[in-house]
């Protein structure tokens, strides 16, 4: 990937570069404010950028929008919720059910309105409806800020797992123990600045 932007810049002072084979993973630290949602969100193109991002070798231009964002999922550290009801957000219920133990959810929170979820159950729900379109590349803004010890490990383990299968994944954290337990290679971004570490 390369992009370019005023906001984010490489160690050199231009363009940051980096790429991401399957299977491998990406995590950025940095303090708030340092651009770390706006990276992601760049390479999710939903924010403004100059430069190129490629998928298996085809450039993001010959993608529609929703296209690209089946493929390269980004997850916000607040995901949006556009129904009250849980239920209306999982098209595909039974692989939504399916995969939800793996998180040490129940399938009756499909049937509460969203209100009514906890921080933590929104963030484990978020996180599946991102996987049901098994997408090739996954975008995490901090997925287990939220989470206590046990369920970050439960959404680690899926993490890994996505790995194993071929996913790439570039994923904000404060927790340098989370990125080495995903195998990840570490950027710093500070003013403005990508560094790898």
Partial sequence: MRLRTQALKG????????????GDAMAITGSSGAGKSVLLRMIAD???HEGTVALDGVERAAFTAPDWRRRVAYLAAEPGWWHDD????????????ALMPDLALDAALLA?????????????????RTLLNDP???????????????ATRLVE?????????????????????????LGARHYHLQAGTLTPQ
């Avoid at 509460?112 to 996180?127: D, F, I, K, N």
């Fill in 11 to 22: 160690a050199a002072g231009g363009p940051f570069d980096f790429a991401l084979g399957a």
């Fill in 46 to 48: 939903l924010d403004p």
């Fill in 86 to 97: 849980t239920a209306a957000h999982f098209p595909d219920r039974a692989r939504a059910v």
């Fill in 112 to 128: 509460q309105p969203v209100h009514r979820l906890s921080t933590g159950e929104r963030m484990r729900l978020a996180l599946i």
């Fill in 136 to 150: 090739p590349v996954l975008l995490l803004d901090e997925p287990t800020g939220a989470l206590d010890p046990q």
């Fill in 157 to 181: 383990a899926i993490l890994s797992a996505r790995l194993r299968a071929g996913a790439a994944l570039v994923i904000v954290t404060h927790d340098m123990d989370q990125a080495a337990r």
